[in-house]
C-alpha cells in the first residue's frame, strides 16, 4: 500500500519519490517534503521547518510556529499566512476560514472527477488515492483535499471539493487545485510562454524574491501561457537534476504562480484563476477543482517530460485511439483555404491517395455559405455552392478512393450572418446592456447553458451521422471577452467562464460516447489551446499556426516539455512558408513534422512527379517509423539556447532510435561539432542509416559527429539507428 499513515503524518511513496504531510496540533496539514523515496519512519519532526520569525504573527494553536513560515498544503486567508491563500471561502462577507483535520481514508485506485478530465487508472493497483476531510465550523463547509501516488510513476496528482453543509451560503472567490511549500529558494522556473503562430517557447529565469506569476484571462488555456511550470535546480540539464514539473488538466483560465517569501521558502500555486471565478455553494452544494499534477524528476527536464508524456499518453487519451498510430493526412487549408469546389477536392484526394496518405481532412468553408472568415459559423449545413451534391456525396467520392475522411467544425463559435444567430442572438456570450465583442468576425456561444450544448451535439452528430467521418478537427479561433450569461442571475455571472469550460467538455463527452472510433484534433488559432484538459478528449492537437520548419523547431521543442509526441499536429506546407516566407527544404520540412502527428498541408496538385516521388518516400518513412516516432522515449538532446536544436526518440529496449540535428543559419566554415545521444545501451552497437556502426557508449558520451560544412541554411541530420549485437568489451 504506497500510503503509510502514522500518527497523524502521510507518507505516500513509491519506489522512487516520497510526499509527506502531517496534521498540526491545530489540525493544519502541514506539508513536510516531496523528492526522493524517504524510509517509512523517518521522524516528521526532522523535516519541519515551522517557526515564528521577527514580527510574524503566532499560530492560535501552537505560539511557537507562525502560519507564514510553516510548509502548508491548502493554505487559508486571514489567519497568519501572508502570502497568497489557495482558496477563500466566505460567509456574510468574512473570508477568513479555518479548515481543521477531521479524518483521512485511503483507496485503492483512482476515483473520477465527473464532469471534469483527470488521469485514470485501469487496475486499482495502479495507484492509491488518499482523501483528507478537513472542515470549518464557522462556513459549516467541509474541504477534501485528494492526492493520488502512482506506484509506478513519479506522479502525485490533487484536486480539492468543498461541500457546504450550513444552512447559509458561501462564496468560494478563489478554490485553486495545489499549494506546494518547497522549503529553499534555490530554484530555475521554466514556463512556456508565447502568442499566435509561436506558441509554448522554453522560458526560463532565475527564481527571484516576490511572486512571479503566469495565466490566462482568455477563456481557454492560451497560446501565451501553458498552464504548466516547471521549478529546476540550477545545474539541472535535459539529462541531470531535480525538476519538478507541475501541469494542470484544465482548458480554461488559469493562474500559476511562484512565490519567493521572506523566510527562504517558495510557494507554488496551480489552478482556476480567481480573477473572473466567483462559485455560490448554496447549502448542501459542493464545488470540486480540476486536477493538478506533480511530476517529480532526478534525471532533469527529460525525466520530467517522460514521465508526463507517458502518464499522459496512457493515463490521460482515452478510447480507440489511445497509443494507437496517427493517420497522415492531407488537410486542404493552407493548400485551398475557402477557395473549394468538389472538383478541386476530389484532385487533391486522388493525389494524396497516389502518394500513400491515409486521411483527407476537409476544412473550415464546407458549410453555411462561407467564402471567407465573416459567416456561417453555427451553420452546420453543407455549402451547395461548393459541394452542391452534398457533403455525404463528397464523403463517398473520397472514401472511395481508399482514404479515411476528415472534417473541420468550429463549435463554439456563431458568425453574426448566420440563421442560428438570426435564431438565438440569446444564445451568445455577452451583457445585453452592451455591445459586444467581435475577434475574427465571430461571437462566442454561450456553452455554460445546457440548451446550446444539446443543439450542438443535434448539430454535429447529424453530420457526423449522415457520412463516415473517421477524424473531426475541432477549431476554437476567438478568446473569450463580455463573459456574461443571459440565462443566469447576477449572483452566478461569476461561474460562467468555468461553466463555459465545462460545457465544452460536456460536448465533447457526448460526441465522443456517439462516436467513439471517431479521432479528434483540438485546435485554438492553432496551438491555443493545447493543454492535458483537451487531450482527455482529443488525443492529438494542432500544435501552432505556423508551419515554418524553423519556427516549428523550438514550438514543438517546448512542447515536447509537457506533451507526448503522439499529441503534436505537425504538417509539411508549401514554401515560401505562408507564415513566415520562408523557403526551406523539404526534406527539413519533413524531419521536423515526424515528430508529431504527420501530414501535408499545402496544394498536391502543384507539385511536380519528381517532388510528388519524394513526398511518397517521405510517407513510407514516416508509415516504418511512427510508433517509434510517435511512441518512443524522447530524449532533447539540445538545451533551450543551443543554437541547434536536437533530439532523439529510442524504443523500449533500445533497439532503435532517430535523432534529429538542426541547422538554422549556415556558419561559414563550420567547424565540427558532436551531438551526445541519450537512451542508448552504452554495450551494444548501432547501424546508422548510412552504414556506420557505433557503439552505444560512444554515442552517448563522445557523440556524433556533425559536419555541416556544406549543407546550407535550414539544414537538418535525421539519422536512424538500429542495435545490431552486443558489444563485447575487449578491455575489460
Ligand atoms: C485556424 C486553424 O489553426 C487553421 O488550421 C485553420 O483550421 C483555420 N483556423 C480555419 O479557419
Known amino acids: 500500500m504506497p500510503i503509510a499513515i502514522h500518527e497523524q503524518t502521510f507518507h505516500l511513496y513509491n519506489d522512487t519519490i516520497s510526499y509527506i504531510m502531517r496534521v498540526t496540533p491545530g489540525g493544519d496539514l502541514e506539508h513536510l517534503y516531496f523528492g526522493p523515496r524517504l524510509p517509512l519512519n523517518v521522524d516528521p519532526t526532522h523535516l519541519s521547518v515551522g517557526a515564528l520569525y521577527g514580527n510574524q504573527v503566532a499560530d492560535q494553536f501552537d505560539p511557537t510556529v507562525s502560519l507564514e513560515s510553516r510548509l502548508r498544503e491548502y493554505p487559508n ?29 485511503v483507496t485503492t485506485g483512482k476515483p473520477a472527477i465527473p464532469g471534469l478530465p483527470a488521469t485514470y487508472v485501469e487496475e486499482a493497483a495502479e495507484a492509491d488515492t488518499l482523501s483528507i476531510e478537513l472542515t470549518d465550523d464557522v462556513t459549516q463547509c467541509s474541504l477534501t483535499l485528494q492526492y493520488t501516488i502512482y506506484a509506478q510513476r513519479n506522479v502525485v496528482t490533487r484536486h480539492a471539493s468543498f461541500t457546504n453543509h450550513g444552512p447559509a451560503p458561501v462564496t468560494l472567490s478563489r478554490a485553486l487545485s495545489l499549494c506546494l511549500d518547497l522549503p529553499d529558494q534555490d530554484y530555475v522556473l521554466t514556463t512556456l510562454m508565447g502568442g499566435w503562430a509561436r506558441e509554448r517557447q522554453v522560458t526560463t529565469r532565475k527564481l527571484q524574491l516576490g511572486t512571479q506569476a503566469i495565466g490566462s484571462q482568455r477563456g481557454h488555456s492560451s497560446a501565451q501561457a501553458n498552464p504548466f511550470l516547471a521549478l529546476a535546480r540550477p545545474n539541472a540539464t535535459q539529462q541531470t537534476g531535480e525538476v519538478i514539473g507541475f501541469s494542470f488538466v484544465y482548458s480554461g483560465n488559469f493562474t500559476a504562480s511562484v512565490e519567493a517569501d521572506a523566510y527562504d521558502h517558495t510557494r507554488v500555486l496551480l489552478g482556476i484563476a480567481p480573477e473572473q471565478f466567483s462559485w455560490p455553494l448554496a447549502p448542501k452544494q459542493a464545488f470540486t477543482t480540476p486536477e493538478a499534477v506533480m511530476a517529480y524528476s532526478p534525471t532533469g527536464y527529460n525525466g520530467m517530460s517522460q514521465t508526463f508524456h507517458s502518464l499522459y499518453n496512457e493515463r490521460l487519451v482515452r ?60 451553420d452546420w449545413v453543407t455549402n451547395r455552392a461548393k459541394l452542391p451534391a452534398g457533403l455525404p456525396h463528397l464523403v463517398e467520392q473520397i472514401t472511395a478512393l481508399g482514404l479515411k475522411f476528415g472534417l473541420w467544425f468550429e463549435p463554439e463559435m456563431v458568425s453574426p450572418d448566420s440563421d442560428l444567430y438570426r435564431a438565438h442572438p440569446d444564445w451568445v456570450l455577452g451583457d445585453p446592456n452592451r455591445p459586444r465583442s467581435l475577434g475574427r468576425h ?42 456574461f450569461s443571459a440565462a443566469v442571475p447576477a449572483s452566478e455571472q461569476g461561474t460562467i467562464a468555468h461553466r463555459f469550460i465545462l460545457g465544452v467538455y460536456a460536448l465533447y463527452e457526448r460526441l465522443r460516447h456517439a462516436h467513439p472510433d471517431i479521432l479528434f484534433e483540438s485546435c485554438a488559432s492553432g496551438g491555443g489551446r493545447f493543454d492535458p484538459g483537451m487531450l482527455y478528449y482529443a488525443p ?62 499545402l496544394d498536391l496538385t502543384k507539385l511536380t512527379a519528381a517532388t510528388l516521388a519524394t513526398l511518397a518516400e517521405q510517407v513510407a518513412f ?9 511512441f518512443g522515449r524522447f530524449y532533447r538532446l539540445s538545451e533551450p539556447e543551443d543554437p541547434h536544436p ?42 546508422s542509416d548510412t552504414g556506420e556502426i557505433y ?37 575489460d
Not at 576 to 588: I, V, Y
Open 77 to 105: 486567508f486571514g489567519t497568519g499566512d501572508m502570502r497568497a491563500p489557495a482558496y477563500t471561502a466566505s460567509v456574510d462577507g468574512s473570508a477568513i476560514s479555518t479548515f481543521s483535520f477531521v479524518d483521512a481514508t
Open 646 to 687: 536536437a533530439w532523439l526518440v529510442v524504443d523500449d529496449n533500445a533497439d532503435h532510435a532517430i535523432m534529429l540535428d538542426c541547422t538554422q543559419l549556415q556558419q561559414p566554415d563550420a567547424t565540427l561539432r558532436f551531438r551526445r545521444l541519450a537512451g542508448l545501451t552504452p554495450t551494444a552497437q548501432y547501424r
Open 622 to 630: 514516416m508509415k516504418a517509423h511512427r510508433e517509434l516516432l510517435q
Open 319 to 378: 478510447g480507440a485511439w489511445r497509443m494507437q498510430p496517427r493517420p497522415i493526412l492531407l488537410n486542404n487549408w493552407e493548400g485551398t483555404y475557402f477557395d473549394f469546389d468538389e472538383p478541386k477536392l476530389l484532385a487533391l484526394a486522388a493525389q494524396a491517395q497516389a502518394i500513400g496518405v491515409e486521411l483527407f481532412v476537409l476544412d473550415d468553408g464546407w458549410f453555411g455559405h462561407r467564402d471567407n472568415d465573416r459567416s456561417s459559423l453555427g
Open 695 to 731: 557503439s552505444g557508449a560512444e554515442l552517448i558520451a563522445a557523440g556524433i559527429r556533425i559536419d555541416e560544412r556544406r549543407r546550407g541554411d535550414f539544414s537538418t541530420m535525421l539519422l536512424t539507428l538500429d542495435k545490431i549485437a552486443i558489444q563485447e568489451d575487449e578491455h
Open 442 to 483: 465571430q461571437y462566442v456561444l454561450d456553452l455554460s447553458q445546457p440548451a446550446v450544448v444539446d443543439y450542438l451535439f443535434t448539430a454535429l452528430d447529424s453530420v457526423l451521422q449522415a457520412s463516415p467521418i473517421s477524424y473531426v478537427k475541432w477549431d476554437m479561433n476567438r478568446s473569450l471577452t463580455e463573459v
Open 540 to 601: 492529438q492537437a494542432w500544435t501552432s499556426d505556423d508551419t515554418d520548419a524553423i519556427a516549428r523547431q523550438s514550438i514543438q521543442y517546448g512542447t515536447s516539455y509537457v506533451y507526448p509526441i503522439a499529441s503534436m499536429g505537425s504538417h509539411v506546407s508549401a514554401v515560401p512558408n505562408e507564415q513566415l516566407h520562408r523557403t526551406t527544404p523539404l526534406a527539413t520540412r519533413a524531419a521536423v513534422a515526424y515528430f508529431g502527428t504527420f501530414g501535408y498541408e
